[in-house]
Each structure stands twice: as structure tokens, then as C-alpha cells.
């Protein structure tokens, strides 16, 4: 495909990376608003929904830099590809699980696709759009439809509950990757990195463990004890193998990621911003949909509805954000952003069962919203235009790497924030009656337990157990949502302490090459 056909299909192109991303994006958050529903059918924990919507997005982080190096050097047209269609048939076999495990092991090769997906979409863009001014734009663009994307997860996934088996939250990928599939064979062009060496596979088995034992351990946390020796083990052997990737990448001649690229000031800062703002709204989203569901008392598809808001404010702001970049250079907008997010998650550490939805709870939601679409586009235009273009793939590999890695830590850490506030409480009250232990420890594992044995309960505490429930749950909420707030406002001050002014980024020049890296 010569020069002046991409040029020409440039825009129909960026649709398809477009669809592309949006189906594994919404993967991210689609199956939380059938977290209740898991629960009861299959008996799944607090633990166990922590592991189905982090498996997915564990192996996704896991497996991005190893997808961003099989796509420079295999060509990242056939990355997206190989990518959709394994997704698309793990999809299918999570939709007919039996159980909480085989659905994890599902989810978890799910993120095998998709970390082959999504860095490919980043780094065509990157070498279809090579002026600098419509480059921005087309990122705006991939950058809004994939926060779309984490805000019509729930709406899509109640909608589907609504009138069908949880499994169908699975099986609607399937129509989507068919058109994508076909579009990109006819429409998408191939590219690669050049210059690059053999694969880096001790590097990938570093990163891997590394990243995947740090969640494992955070997730765990709570009930292995915060300050026990296992908990503070997992911690140190998880940082001694990152440590590891980084001396490895350093030191051989062919590396999967050239570390060195986080000297350059805007590359790890904007990066940086990234990961926070997905900690602090995957943490969110992880709790809201369940605020909905078993405090609020809503449905699946109206519980999916209340979270519109949030995808109606991301889809205004989405579009101005590159400009105001531009306006006003990333590091007033970046941190802005993540102010605002900051403010949101305060707000939402103060709902109750009875805050009003069109007041408090639609202006944190619209403060969060907006604030995430102040930090994705300015924030991965800064990571790939501190790259040469032949280091497309590389850039994509650790703008998404970051994005989820800190939507799966914040999904585990407050989670696990929460499951430390939440069972102490309700298993302190339920310790009052005489209820049986095992049915206590339940209640303990999931809110949705805690609810089944307030129904099996004599009638005369059905309410005081159900009450109880839900006010140990709006504990574990608040906490939760104040120690993403905490990381919020730390990554602000840090956004605008350490990203440049927007002459060094936004100049309508070519993007520099990075200094010290492989050539």
C-alpha cells in the first residue's frame, strides 16, 4: 500500500483502529456491572471479582511491552489481527463458564489478545498520521473513544443483563471483532521497526512476573495481613524482579524496552499521569457499580444507565483536550485534569445510601469524567511525540503499559482498601447474632453474601443485618475512594511539577528523537 492510498483512507483507518481499541477498552469495565450477578451465580468473593476484572487487565499490563516488540518486529498490521481473533475466542469460552475459576482463566487470556491489540492501534496511527497538528487530533480521537469506552462498559453490560445471561457481556465482542477484522484486512497498512534485534526473552519474563506478582500480592494483602512476611515478601521479590527488567533492558544490546527513555522528562511524567488517572477510575468504577447495584437497590441495566453521566461529560471535554494542550501546554492541562478527578473521588467518599443522584453523585461523576479526558489525550500525545515514529511501537507499549497497570493496581488497591474496611465491620455485627461462622465469613468475602444471609435471617433482623451491610460497604467505599483521591492529587502536583510548558511539545515541528536511545 503506497503513500498517498494511506493518505488518502487515513481517517477510515483511524475508524478502524478506533473499534479496535474501544473492544478491549471496554472489556476493562463491561463484566462490573455483572459483578453482583456473578456473585450469586457462580458464589464468586470479593476476592474472586477482584480476580475476574483484574485477570483480564493483569495479563493485558503483563503482556504489552512483549505485544508493542512482536509488532515492531512482525509487523504490527498482523499483531492487530492475531490479536482480535484470540480475543474473540476466549470471549467465547469465558460466556460459558462453569465456575469463578475457568472464568478468570478466560478473562486472563483475553488479555493475551488484547495486549496485542491495543499498542498495534497507537503505533499505525503514529506512522499513518505524520503531520504533527492532525497526529494530535487522531490521538485526541483514539484517546477519546477509549474513555468512551471505559464509561459504556457498564451502560452495555446492564443493558445486556437486562435480558440475558451474564455470558452475554462476553459474546457482544464477537460481532465487533468480525467488522474489524474485516475492515483492517482491506483498509489497515502494515509497519515495523527496522533496526530492531532478536526478542528480549528473559526481559519479558521479568516484566511479567515482576508486574503480575505486585498485583497478586496487593490483592491478596488483606488476607494474608498487611504486615505479614508473606505480604511483605510478595513486595520485595516483585521490586527485586523489576529491578531485574531494568538492569536487563539496560544491559543487553537488543532490548524489548530501552529504559533509558524515562530520562526524558515529559515521556515519564506524562506516563505517569496516565497510570494514575486509570488507578483512580478503575478503583472507582470497581465500587460504584456495586454501590449501585446492592446499596442503591438499582438493576443491572439501570445501574448501567446511572453511570452515563460519566461517558456524557468524557465525550464533551474528549475533543478540546488536545487543543487546550496546545492552548495552554500539557502540564497546566495534565494536572488539571488530574485535580479535578481528585475532587470527584472526594465528593464520592461522601455518598450514603440516600445521596441525590441528579446533585452530588452526577457532579463527582462529571468532575472525574472530565478530568480523565484532561489527562489520556495531552498526556499520550506528550509519550509518543517524545519518540521518533520508527519507535512507534515502543512509545504505544508504554503509554498502554502504564494506562493498565494502573487501572489493575487500582482496581486491587481499592479493592483491597476496601475489603480491609468492609469485613471487619460486618463480621464484628453478624458476630452479634447467632449466626453460623461460615455463613459470617461469606458475608465477609462479598456484600452479596451479606445480603443472602440477611434473607435467610429471622425476619425480626432481615433489616438490621441489611442495614449493617450497606453501611459497612459505604465505609469501605469512602475509604476507598479517599485513597484514590490521595493518588490523584499526588499525581497532579507531580504532572505540574515535572511536564514542560508547551513549546518544548506542542510547536508543530517533528517529534524529536529520544536522546540515548537504540538505533
Same mark, same amino acid.
Given at each position: 500500500?503506497?503513500?498517498?492510498?494511506?493518505? =488518502?483512507?487515513?481517517?477510515?483507518?483511524?475508524?478502524?483502529?478506533?473499534?479496535?481499541?474501544?473492544?478491549?477498552?471496554?472489556?476493562?469495565?463491561?463484566?462490573?456491572?455483572?459483578?453482583?450477578?456473578?456473585?450469586?451465580?457462580?458464589?464468586?468473593?470479593?476476592?474472586?471479582?477482584?480476580?475476574?476484572?483484574?485477570?483480564?487487565?493483569?495479563?493485558?499490563?503483563?503482556?504489552?511491552?512483549?505485544?508493542?516488540?512482536?509488532?515492531?518486529?512482525?509487523?504490527?498490521?498482523?499483531?492487530?489481527?492475531?490479536?482480535?481473533?484470540?480475543?474473540?475466542?476466549?470471549?467465547?469460552?469465558?460466556?460459558?463458564?462453569?465456575?469463578?475459576?475457568?472464568?478468570?482463566?478466560?478473562?486472563?487470556?483475553?488479555?493475551?489478545?488484547?495486549?496485542?491489540?491495543?499498542?498495534?492501534?497507537?503505533?499505525?496511527?503514529?506512522?499513518?498520521?505524520?503531520?504533527?497538528?492532525?497526529?494530535?487530533?487522531?490521538?485526541?480521537?483514539? $484517546?477519546?473513544?477509549?474513555?468512551?469506552?471505559?464509561?459504556?462498559?457498564?451502560?452495555?453490560?446492564?443493558? %445486556?443483563?437486562?435480558?440475558?445471561?451474564?455470558?452475554?457481556?462476553?459474546?457482544?465482542?464477537?460481532?465487533?471483532?468480525?467488522?474489524?477484522?474485516?475492515?483492517?484486512?482491506? %483498509?489497515?497498512?502494515?509497519?515495523?521497526?527496522?533496526?530492531?534485534?532478536?526478542?528480549?526473552?528473559?526481559?519479558?519474563?521479568?516484566?511479567?512476573?515482576?508486574?503480575?506478582?505486585?498485583?497478586?500480592?496487593?490483592?491478596?494483602?488483606?488476607?494474608?495481613?498487611?504486615?505479614?512476611?508473606?505480604?511483605?515478601?510478595?513486595?520485595?521479590?516483585?521490586?527485586?524482579?523489576?529491578?531485574?527488567?531494568?538492569?536487563?533492558?539496560?544491559?543487553?544490546?537488543?532490548?524489548?524496552?530501552?529504559?533509558?527513555?524515562?530520562?526524558?522528562?515529559?515521556?515519564?511524567?506524562?506516563?505517569?499521569?496516565?497510570?494514575?488517572?486509570?488507578?483512580?477510575?478503575?478503583?472507582?468504577?470497581?465500587?460504584?457499580?456495586?454501590?449501585?447495584?446492592?446499596?442503591?437497590?438499582?438493576?443491572?441495566?439501570?445501574?448501567? %444507565?446511572?453511570?452515563?453521566?460519566?461517558?456524557?461529560?468524557?465525550?464533551?471535554?474528549?475533543?478540546?483536550?488536545?487543543?487546550?494542550?496546545?492552548?495552554?501546554?500539557?502540564?497546566?492541562?495534565?494536572?488539571?485534569?488530574?485535580?479535578?478527578?481528585?475532587?470527584?473521588?472526594?465528593?464520592?467518599?461522601?455518598?450514603?445510601?440516600?445521596?441525590?443522584?441528579?446533585?452530588?453523585?452526577?457532579?463527582?461523576?462529571?468532575?472525574?469524567?472530565?478530568?480523565?479526558?484532561?489527562?489520556? $489525550?495531552?498526556?499520550?500525545?506528550?509519550?509518543?511525540?517524545?519518540?521518533?515514529?520508527?519507535?512507534?511501537?515502543?512509545?504505544?507499549?508504554?503509554?498502554?503499559?502504564?494506562?493498565?497497570?494502573?487501572?489493575?493496581?487500582?482496581?486491587?488497591?481499592?479493592?483491597?482498601?476496601?475489603?480491609?474496611?468492609?469485613?471487619?465491620?460486618?463480621?464484628?455485627?453478624?458476630?452479634?447474632?447467632?449466626?453460623?461462622?461460615?455463613?459470617?465469613?461469606?458475608? =465477609?468475602? $462479598?456484600?452479596?453474601?451479606?445480603?443472602?444471609?440477611?434473607?435467610?435471617?429471622?425476619?425480626?433482623?432481615?433489616?438490621?443485618?441489611?442495614?449493617?451491610?450497606?453501611?459497612?460497604?459505604?465505609?469501605?467505599?469512602?475509604?476507598?475512594?479517599?485513597?484514590?483521591?490521595?493518588?490523584?492529587?499526588?499525581?497532579?502536583?507531580?504532572?505540574?511539577?515535572?511536564?514542560?510548558?508547551?513549546?518544548?511539545?506542542?510547536?508543530? =515541528?517533528?517529534?524529536?528523537?529520544?536522546?540515548?536511545?537504540?538505533?
Amino acid at each position: 500500500m503506497n503513500a498517498d492510498v494511506i493518505h =488518502r483512507r487515513r481517517w477510515l483507518i483511524l475508524a478502524v483502529l478506533a473499534a479496535s481499541v474501544f473492544l478491549v477498552v471496554v472489556d476493562n469495565t463491561i463484566v462490573n456491572v455483572a459483578l453482583p450477578r456473578l456473585s450469586s451465580d457462580l458464589g464468586a468473593s470479593t476476592t474472586q471479582l477482584q480476580w475476574i476484572v483484574d485477570a483480564y487487565s493483569l495479563v493485558f499490563a503483563g503482556l504489552l511491552l512483549a505485544g508493542g516488540a512482536i509488532g515492531d518486529r512482525l509487523g504490527r498490521k498482523g499483531a492487530l489481527q492475531i490479536g482480535l481473533v484470540i480475543f474473540a475466542a476466549m470471549s467465547t469460552l469465558g460466556a460459558f463458564s462453569q465456575n469463578s475459576g475457568q472464568l478468570i482463566a478466560a478473562r486472563a487470556a483475553m488479555g493475551i489478545g488484547a495486549a496485542l491489540v491495543f499498542p498495534a492501534t497507537l503505533a499505525i496511527l503514529t506512522n499513518v498520521f505524520t503531520d504533527p497538528t492532525e497526529r494530535a487530533k487522531a490521538i485526541g480521537a483514539w $484517546s477519546a473513544v477509549s474513555g468512551a469506552a471505559v464509561a459504556f462498559g457498564p451502560i452495555t453490560g446492564g443493558l %445486556l443483563l437486562e435480558h440475558y445471561w451474564w455470558g452475554s457481556v462476553l459474546l457482544v465482542n464477537l460481532p465487533i471483532v468480525a467488522v474489524a477484522l474485516i475492515a483492517g484486512a482491506i %483498509l489497515v497498512p502494515t509497519s515495523r521497526d527496522p533496526e530492531v534485534g532478536r526478542f528480549d526473552i528473559p526481559g519479558i519474563l521479568l516484566s511479567i512476573s515482576g508486574i503480575g506478582l505486585l498485583v497478586f500480592t496487593v490483592i491478596e494483602g488483606p488476607h494474608w495481613g498487611w504486615t505479614s512476611t508473606t505480604t511483605f515478601g510478595g513486595f520485595i521479590l516483585s521490586l527485586v524482579l523489576l529491578a531485574g527488567f531494568v538492569l536487563r533492558e539496560l544491559r543487553t544490546d537488543h532490548p524489548m524496552l530501552d529504559v533509558r527513555v524515562f530520562r526524558i522528562a515529559r515521556f515519564s511524567a506524562a506516563a505517569g499521569s496516565i497510570a494514575v488517572a486509570f488507578f483512580a477510575l478503575f478503583g472507582f468504577i470497581f465500587l460504584a457499580t456495586q454501590y449501585f447495584q446492592f446499596v442503591r437497590g438499582y438493576s443491572t441495566l439501570s445501574a448501567g %444507565l446511572h453511570t452515563l453521566p460519566f461517558a456524557i461529560f468524557a465525550g464533551i471535554t474528549a475533543p478540546f483536550a488536545a487543543r487546550l494542550a496546545m492552548r495552554f501546554g500539557p502540564r497546566r492541562v495534565i494536572a488539571t485534569g488530574l485535580l479535578s478527578m481528585c475532587v470527584g473521588l472526594g465528593i464520592a467518599s461522601t455518598f450514603t445510601a440516600s445521596t441525590s443522584y441528579f446533585g452530588v453523585v452526577v457532579w463527582s461523576m462529571a468532575l472525574m469524567a472530565t478530568g480523565l479526558s484532561l489527562v489520556t $489525550s495531552p498526556a499520550t500525545e506528550a509519550v509518543m511525540s517524545s519518540l521518533p515514529k520508527e519507535k512507534a511501537g515502543a512509545g504505544a507499549a508504554v503509554n498502554d503499559t502504564t494506562r493498565e497497570l494502573g487501572g489493575t493496581l487500582g482496581v486491587a488497591v481499592v479493592g483491597s482498601v476496601f475489603a480491609s474496611a468492609y469485613a471487619p465491620r460486618i463480621g464484628e455485627f453478624l458476630g452479634q447474632f447467632p449466626v453460623p461462622a461460615e455463613a459470617i465469613a461469606a458475608a =465477609r468475602d $462479598s456484600v452479596a453474601a451479606a445480603i443472602v444471609v440477611a434473607g435467610r435471617a429471622p425476619q425480626e433482623v432481615q433489616a438490621s443485618i441489611t442495614a449493617a451491610a450497606s453501611s459497612a460497604f459505604m465505609d469501605g467505599m469512602s475509604v476507598g475512594c479517599l485513597v484514590a483521591a490521595g493518588v490523584a492529587l499526588v499525581g497532579s502536583i507531580t504532572a505540574f511539577l515535572l511536564l514542560p510548558d508547551r513549546n518544548s511539545i506542542y510547536d508543530h =515541528r517533528e517529534p524529536i528523537a529520544a536522546e540515548g536511545l537504540h538505533t
